[in-house]
């Protein structure tokens, strides 16, 4: 028996018969973990006793120091409850729904005289119609645009009916609008246009096609063979439209279908559409970390979390597993947020059940391709990272990778750049620019020599103010150090910049160089260089870092060299800079004409100092 500490103990012995909430704490007092349970004296006690618990709720009880409960009246309450808490807390050990994008919406406002279709993140209750969710924003704007393509629907956000009629855009001329703000229709057309539209958006595609192919015909029995292309052209977006969705055979009902796959380690949550008897489309959650748990738990977790969040509650919703008590809670909860009937079923059987068993083997696909993705991302990545330090003879794996290129146009503006590389992963916000200030001409074995100086002296540095202040040295900008260095080049410029740091009287890392004509890898003092397969993870992570610093340094030196065409002789002169530059020329036109002003005549210019003037006259004088 665990010996949980009498502080523990009394509170487990005085939990009551009641439904409610329980709050698992660490030792710092942070929620790890929130519950819910008809009976918290059960449902609470049950963590404590020497019993099998899955993996993850074993990791979670090992962290527990302490409890809270808050007792509620009935299960709803509590459900309601612990989904506020998990949202408030974000609790560790609780399923959390980590894609927080709100999928869009297609609106159309009915209080508005002359109604517009608008993409929106969220559905509100405000009288206005809403369509989706659709899968991306690209996907909306598709069917705005087959939908604008077939209804001449305006798309400006005047204020309508105007106080008075204005001119027509272009949208009117060539028939994609209906120009109510200069009065070219009347609000009842209008309004019989926008009911196509709804009909449209909610299925009804042969009605659309009929009127469509009447227009087409009429046009082409009168000769108006462009005009009937152009319908023709609408009909085939209209049809395109309709193959892409898959058809059901359901009745016109809408239905969410939820299903779960797991592996033992993760689970991913498959969510399906359907809208008007038809699948307009569906997405996957991954769930870290949940793939021991119990699916009926996976599928409850994830229904609070996505419902409170995204909003469009259908009317029937078609689960792969769920106990019966969470599915009465959740039935009376989702009634409640929706203000309406809604449907919470497990099929068996039948056709529902078919379409659950559909959505189980995306789940299951989409799983299985994450798994697939996040095993080739690893091998390119961590795995790269690991293979290539043993390879360069080191006894730890370069966490830290950072690649060092120098840039100049024929020794002028010379910079050198230092990008980093994080478990084999860009990580941008360490990236350095270094203005080469030693080194005339073009040296790229002298300009190594000051940057690798540079960058450690940076670091002690910073690690002795630090020290001084008592701080600790992980927000230093250079403070953490590489444990690998790439250096673009030879086995020359590898020496030089090996051999600042030993000037400097710091032990150097691993470092080697990449000599970029056949891809050579060169080790401090190595006879012969290592020559990687160029298909290799290893070679291809060492080719990301040597291009990165390249075109880190390359964007820097262009950004310094464009700086330097565009520099002008005024902002050499002392108290000159590019305000009072712009303010001189304006004035005078030329270089010359200000080389031969007078003082007062520059007094005379916008934001001239006497002092200012003087060091203008003073350049001119000299200039002579």
Sequence with gaps: MIDWG??????IAMLPDSPGCYLMKD???TIIYVGKAVNLKNRVRSYFRDTAHTPKVAAMISHIDDFDILLCETNLEALILECNLIKQHRPYYNILLKDDKHYPYLKVDLREPYPRLELCRRMEKDGAKYFGPYIGAGAVRQVIETVRGVFPLRTCRQALPAKTPKRPCVNYDIGRCMAPCAGKCSQEAYGEMIRGVLNFLEGDYAAVIRHLKGEMNAAAEAMRYEQAARIRDRIRDVEGLMERQIA?????????LIAVSMDGLDAMVQLLYVRGGRMIGGDHFPLPGEGGEDPGEVIAGFMTQYYENDGMIPRNILCQTLSE????ELEAWLRGKKGSAVTVAVPRRGEKHELVLLAEKNARDALEKRNARRTVHEERTVGAAANLGKILGMDR????IEGYDISNTQGDQSVSSMVVFIDGEPAKKEYRHFRIKTVVGANDFASHYETLQRRYAHAIKEKEEMKEKGEGTAEGKFTDLPDLILIDGGPQQLRFARQALLDLGVTPPAMFGLAERLEEIWLPDAEE??????HTPELQL??????????FGIIHHRVLRARAFTHSQLEDIPGIGPKRRKALLKAFGSLKAVRAAEKEELLRVPGMTEPAAEAVLAWAKADK
């Design 6 to 11: 009498e502080k523990l103990e009394e509170k």
């Design 27 to 29: 030792d710092t007092g």
């Design 529 to 534: 260089p290592i020559v990687l397969d160029h």
């Design 248 to 256: 059901m055979r359901t009745d016109n009902s809408e239905q969410d």
């Design 325 to 328: 008590e969470s599915r009465e």
């Design 542 to 551: 060492v080719q990301r870092v040597r291009d990165e610093a390249h075109r």
């Design 397 to 400: 794996y370069p966490r830290r």
